[in-house]
């Protein structure tokens, strides 16, 4: 049998860190305008806006010696609270309510002592300022304890805000897919696919929470985060 050399056609391929990579089929050396050369790029972007939304949930606390009991003991403390909040300006949006046994522990083991009741109510408000003074209002109505406060970007900030981070994104994988083409002779002809992808809820946290000078209740919320990720494939020329 004779043997006969065959002709096999080089493949380069490049890959690089961050998300990009090239691949460019060529016969002999030369680039050949091949249809499905394709350069894939990953980037993301992130923007952040101060909170302009403030969600508020305080509990009232009730006991007593029956079920019933607690519930009446609670339940126009809760009422107070929602009233007071609703007065300055808060939009009390839930309440909740449960019971349950309350024990203590003597040297004879666990014995029950009692019923706990507890109506948590959640307000909202667009005036991010004024969360010191609602827990105030809550608390002089009634209020036992702050369950938690939520900073948070109302849809209109937030959806200018994905926005923006999706086109710096975007931007960013345009820049990539022009940089890998350009180290190959080639030039980015136009998008194939997009992918998008972004991270939520967009809360934050009060980062401190203390008395203030005049004896109320103090709050500085951090900035929210608005992050966007892009995974784009490009045509080549």
């Not at 972007?45 to 101060?50: C, D, K, L, N, W």
């Not at 036992?144 to 406060?149: F, H, L, S």
């Amino acid at each position: 049998m004779v043997s006969r050399p065959l002709a096999v056609a080089g493949v380069l391929a490049l890959l690089l860190a961050g998300g990009a990579g090239f691949a460019v089929a060529n016969n002999g050396g030369v680039p050949q305008d091949a249809e499905n050369a394709t350069v894939g790029v990953s980037a993301d972007a992130t923007v952040e806006r101060s909170a302009d939304r403030a969600v508020l949930s305080v509990a009232a606390v009730g006991r007593g010696e029956t079920a019933a009991a607690a519930r009446d003991n609670v339940s126009a403390d809760a009422v107070a609270v929602q009233e007071a909040l609703d007065e300055a300006g808060a939009n009390v949006t839930s309440s909740s309510f449960r019971i349950h046994p309350e024990y203590e522990r003597t040297e004879d083991g666990r014995e029950q002592v009692g019923y706990v009741a507890v109506q948590t109510i959640e307000a909202e408000t667009g005036d991010v300022d004024a969360v010191g003074d609602l827990i105030d209002v809550a608390v002089d109505a009634g209020a036992d304890r702050v369950e938690g406060i939520r900073y948070e970007l109302s849809e209109e900030t937030r959806q200018a805000a994905r926005e923006e981070a999706l086109t710096t994104a975007m931007e960013r994988a345009r820049a990539d897919a022009e940089t890998v083409a350009a180290a190959e002779g080639r030039d980015v002809a136009g998008v194939l696919t997009i992918q998008t992808s972004d991270s939520g809820p967009y809360v934050v946290r009060a980062e401190m929470a203390a008395a203030g000078d005049a004896g109320g209740t103090s709050l500085s919320p951090g900035p929210v985060t608005v992050d966007a990720s892009v995974s784009v494939t490009y045509e080549l020329d």
